[in-house]
């Protein structure tokens, strides 16, 4: 019988630096994001520090370097936008509401967050975040309109390039209305988007020989319910 081994020691003093390791970093990202809201997307590392109090040399204790940082970043700005996009990902609502509700979400974020999204487009390290991003709203979207379009039997192949379409065409909208919003205003601008996007999926309905009243609440359990025969135009 092989001899019994004695249970490994748990260094303590390790797991407590692992702890304060992980807290601080948390702490220097805070600092970051506050400092990206206030000083923009060319804020310096030395601006960071200043934020979060300490010298800069400080936070390379617990960064390896300005990209390490800049990457801790990334993945939080990614959980804020995942956040924000709950009416996207768990639709609810006729399609119009589902459709208002999730641009007006992606708006308002890009409103609050303009910094920091150009802060992720700025520098290499963080461009993927971005593109991580819009990649998982486009593939959900693409999934979405795929689901409809066979419970309603129609054409699921365009449900892709329409999903990754409509991104595209919402950020650079957005973007665009953050900077020069001319007095349109956010709900006004929701509204105007939406409204585009449902002639876009209409038109794809359409293309399949099916009519899609935006106003009322979807039946896939019954697609026959949901969708009628477009007529001839």
Known sequence: ??????????????TR??????????????????????FGPEVSTQQIADEA????????????????????VAARAAESVTAALQPLWRPRGTPMEMITNAVGAYVGWLRENIHLYRYLSRHTGTMDAVADIKTAIGAHLSGL??????????????????????????????????????GLGHEELTAQLAR??????????????????????????????????????
Request: proline share 7%; with cysteine; net charge negative.
């Open 53 to 72: 109090g300490v010298a800069r040399t400080r936070l390379y204790k617990h960064f390896a370097d300005a990209g390490d940082l800049q990457r801790a």
């Open 1 to 14: 019988m092989p001899p019994r081994q004695a249970p490994q020691q748990v260094d303590g003093r390790k």
């Open 196 to 233: 585009w996007i449902w002639c876009v999926l209409d038109e794809t309905l359409r293309a399949s020989g099916l009519s899609l009243d935006p106003h009322q609440p979807l039946d896939l359990e019954h697609p026959a319910a949901t969708a009628e025969q477009a007529p001839n135009s």
């Open 17 to 38: 630096w692992e702890g304060q390791h992980e807290r601080r970093r948390t702490e220097f990202v805070d600092a970051a994001i506050t400092a990206i809201a206030r």
């Open 145 to 182: 309109f795929a689901g409809y379009l066979t419970a309603l039997d129609g054409d699921p192949r365009a449900a892709e390039p329409l999903g990754f379409g409509i991104v595209g065409f919402v950020d650079t909208a957005s973007v665009r209305w953050v900077d020069h919003a001319d």
